[in-house]
């Protein structure tokens, strides 16, 4: 459809990239590799943008409101997986 596609993603962690959720999800530091690799069926297409997460949240640290503000966003359709809601919907 022409859409964009944005995918907020872990990244993979360096020693420095811990902090507090590192302190709260010890097992962040520790992942391997492969862990950081999209499931072949949902992977991103060259064009889609990527946005590296080192914290829980797609927007703290990342530049995703900047992306969203460039592409003249008013709308999103969200999607993914979450143990903790971190998906929420809000209607204006």
């Known amino acids: 459809r022409g ?3 944005i995918y907020p993603h872990v990244a993979p962690k360096r020693a420095h990239d811990g902090g507090r959720f590192a302190d709260k999800v ?3 530091m520790t992942i391997p ?3 950081y690799e999209f499931v072949r069926d949902i992977a991103p297409a060259k064009e889609d943008i990527l946005v ?3 914290h829980a949240s797609a927007f703290l640290g990342t530049p995703l409101a900047t992306h969203l503000v460039q592409l003249g966003v008013d709308s999103l359709v969200v999607t993914g997986c979450t143990t903790s809601g971190c998906i929420r919907a809000t209607v204006v």
Do not use: A, E, S
């Open 3 to 5: 859409l964009p596609v």
């Open 26 to 28: 010890p097992g962040i």
């Open 33 to 35: 590799q492969r862990g």
């Open 52 to 54: 590296p997460k080192y």
